[in-house]
């Protein structure tokens, strides 16, 4: 995420700071402070230095906290808000521009460009509902009962792949989503809505 003023920006949960969040980087101060959900702007403003008011603890810090501190508060001092700009989200695959569904839609139905490396963090965002991301993860891998898996696992007999659709095509989530005439025609209706042009099926 990219910080500008800070004020939309949570200062331990999310990634504002090299892109790993505060909490992973500092989890022994997380777990300690009182102020886990202010933003960025409300820790600068009651002041993230030495002695800033912005450091409230449920107990005193031992020496080596009171050290890993001290680091926190080395990484904070090479960083300044900027007043007037709000803060953004970044689209990993490409920082100089904003995340959009086009560019989303393109990763996720493309042979060439998905890799599931880095889908996985867009699959799990802690902003994407759960059962979402569930479903995603398993159509990324080929995991969802389609007629072609149930054949391939035993659970239907091999005459039985053939698209509900009654198209003549082996149901595979490819085929579901993307090259079915009457479902994967939904995707042509998603793309007029976002103005993407459909990725090539072969």
């Known amino acids: 995420k990219k910080v500008g ?3 939309d920006t949570f200062f ?9 969040p505060m909490c992973e980087r500092f989890g022994r101060l997380f777990d300690l402070a009182e102020t886990k959900s202010c933003t960025v702007g409300e820790m600068a403003s009651l002041g993230w230095g030495a002695g800033g008011e ?8 031992w ?4 050290e890993m501190l001290g ?9 300044s808000l900027q007043a007037l700009s709000s803060d953004r989200w970044q689209w990993q695959l490409d920082p100089d521009k904003c995340y959009t569904v086009c560019d989303a839609y393109q990763l996720l139905t493309s042979h060439d460009s998905v890799i599931l490396s880095d889908a996985e963090g867009l699959i799990w965002h ?3 509902p759960l059962k979402v991301s569930i479903f995603a993860w398993r159509l990324l891998r080929d995991r969802l009962p ?5 054949v391939t696992r035993g659970i239907l007999s091999s005459e039985a792949y053939y698209c509900v659709s009654g198209c003549g095509a082996v149901e595979s989530a490819h085929h579901l989503f993307i090259s079915c005439r009457t479902y994967g025609s939904l995707w042509s209706l998603v793309s007029s809505w976002i103005d993407c042009p459909l990725v090539d099926s072969h």
């Open 63 to 66: 020496v080596w906290e009171e």
């Open 5 to 7: 003023d800070g004020s």
């Open 12 to 20: 331990w949960t999310d990634p504002w700071v090299d892109g790993t």
């Open 146 to 150: 389609t007629k072609a898996n149930l």
């Open 126 to 128: 802690s902003q994407v």
């Open 71 to 79: 680091e926190c508060q080395s990484l904070l001092s090479n960083i």
């Open 54 to 61: 912005a450091w409230v603890w449920r107990r005193q810090l």
